[in-house]
């Protein structure tokens, strides 16, 4: 019944049309601000070949949920290390929101629209937080613990949200974490079809291939872009990365590796070989 009500009223906020007006010119400034390569790289984790934004969470929820633990379970004996808590909270929620703001910047329609509101939930909580912490500064432990409270409730709805996100919509997951990779070598084309620079998608199985003659060498990627999915055999190859037509982001022909996010896991390779006049490729180990 819960679980319904909850599925409904998240529904609700998805088809909220309504919300695209802050939404989308938010996200156009987020994307601005984030354009640099060193700023797209850092905040979406493609140094750690992971997403950021779970990692970084943990801590400020850590902290605040820890602060209100002490509130609950040790009153004044536990105020001095509760304040210092929440104060932990603050600092390491502004990484955590920008790496947060960065991934939801690239979404669309009604997953945008939850990420707007999970966005908006933790900014109010945030805001509840800065209060309850100059309120225990001025000795309003009282007032302080209510704030937090109140703040942590608004988190775990949040949450409930980003979670959503990621284990039901897919945001933050590798999109080809469940394509087949067939063993052994695949015929996949003609030699004379491989133009030099210009992708071509060829397919193993079900699992499509990306294959580019760059320099006189053959390079495969999986064509499915993990980031989102796009296709990168719609890409243009740039220097020695191939871009995908999504959200731009850069994978190097020669292993797969991110060059530039939003994407944060490498895309798989592939060896690629020609015997006579044909091309063959089988999976690279990861
Ligand atoms: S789908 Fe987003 S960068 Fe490829």
Redesign the pocket.
Known sequence: MIVQMIDRLIGRIGKSKALDAVGKPVASEVQKLTEPTVVRNALSGSWLGHPLHPVLTDVPIGAFTMATALDVSMGDEGAAAAKRLVGLGLLASAPAAWSGASDWS?LHGAIQRVGLVHGALNGAATGLQVMSWFARGRGHRGTGTMLSLGAVGLTVGAAYLGGHLSFVRGVGVS?EAFQTRKSGWTDVAGADELIEGRPKRVMVGETPVVIVRKGGHDHALSAT??????P?DEGNVEGDCIE??????RFRLADGEVERG??SIAQPAWHVRTEGDRIQVRPAPR
């Open positions: 690239t999109h872009c993990s980031h989102a999915g796009g990168l995908c037509p999504w959200h731009g982001s939003p994407a």
